[in-house]
């Protein structure tokens, strides 16, 4: 197992940057309405790990020893574990939407055909009416 050294300033400088950056581009998102307020839960929930590892670098070594994963390995292992997360929360959102806009073809094509059962007769699209114009143009 690695030897706990000792971390610079610059080494604990630079998560907590990059923690605090993270929080307020994700705010600037929701205020611009750019990004729902569900999805900024998950990336400001990364930013508050940041920045307690960054605050306490003595509980990834801890984390390190009580698994025994290297320092490099765990910081990978992490890495992964946060993007899989980010997959598994945006496919479920993606899911969800691809349910909702199937149910709402549905209700749409309902109300097309109610509304063409009240009309006198079917309704004719644009593109109906131009290809009978265009088979009356070649008869002539």
């Known amino acids: 197992m690695i030897a706990q050294t000792s971390i610079t300033l610059v080494q604990r400088i630079v998560p907590l940057a990059v923690a605090v950056l993270v929080v307020v581009f994700v ?30 670098p003595q509980l990834l070594w801890w984390i390190s020893k009580a698994t025994g994963v ?9 890495i992964f574990c946060f993007l899989s997360l980010v997959i598994v929360h945006l496919s479920v ?13 549905q209700r749409m ?4 055909q109610k ?6 007769g079917p309704r004719t699209d644009a ?3 131009d290809a009978g114009q265009d088979e ?5």
């Open 70 to 78: 290297y320092y490099t390995t765990l910081m990978v292992l992490l």
């Open 93 to 105: 959102a993606v899911s969800r939407s691809a349910d909702d806009l199937r149910k709402l073809a």
């Open 127 to 129: 593109t109906d009416e």
């Open 27 to 56: 705010v600037e998102l929701i205020r611009r309405r750019k990004l729902r307020e569900e999805y900024a839960m998950l990336w400001i929930a990364a930013s508050i790990v940041l920045l307690v590892f960054a605050t306490l």
């Open 109 to 112: 094509a309902l109300l097309e």
């Open 136 to 140: 009356q143009g070649q008869d002539a």
């Open 115 to 120: 509304l063409s059962d009240r009309c006198d």
